[in-house]
Nanobody, 122 residues
Framework: QVQLVESGGGLVQAGGSLRLSCAPSGRTFSGDARGWFRQAPGKEREFVAAISWGGGSTLYADSVKGRFTISRDNAKNTVYLQMNSLKPEDTAVYYC???????????????WGQGTQVTVSS
């Protein structure tokens, strides 16, 4: 079974930075697009960023454009989310997802990780 594992979450002050990582465990796969989503307490899961298999196509939510950067290292089968200028409203559990093509729709991703907590203090 394919599983994704996120890492890199934590507590940071507003204005700070974190880098999240996402890599598969168990039965690995390749050739996939990856997405990052987040869910804050009491809110629905929302799209953050996505990247195609080759890395040439990226998508971002308007709320993170210019602050977050998604990238990937296919030699390591790992996708990263560099988060700069963090705000308290970025506080959420961040989930990595994998699918056939990059999309803002969570339904396009059949594989998900367990999530990593990001907390931004004011």
């Amino acid at each position: 079974q394919v599983q994704l594992v996120e890492s890199g979450g934590g507590l940071v002050q507003a204005g700070g930075s974190l880098r999240l990582s996402c890599a598969p465990s168990g039965r690995t796969f390749s050739g996939d697009a990856r997405g990052w989503f987040r869910q804050a307490p009491g809110k629905e899961r929302e799209f953050v960023a996505a990247i195609s298999w080759g890395g040439g196509s990226t998508l971002y939510a308007d709320s993170v454009k210019g602050r977050f950067t998604i990238s990937r290292d296919n030699a390591k089968n790992t996708v990263y989310l560099q988060m700069n200028s963090l705000k308290p409203e970025d506080t959420a559990v961040y989930y990595c997802a994998a699918g056939g093509m990059s999309s803002k729709l969570s339904t396009q991703y059949p594989y998900w990780g367990q999530g990593t907590q990001v907390t931004v203090s004011s």
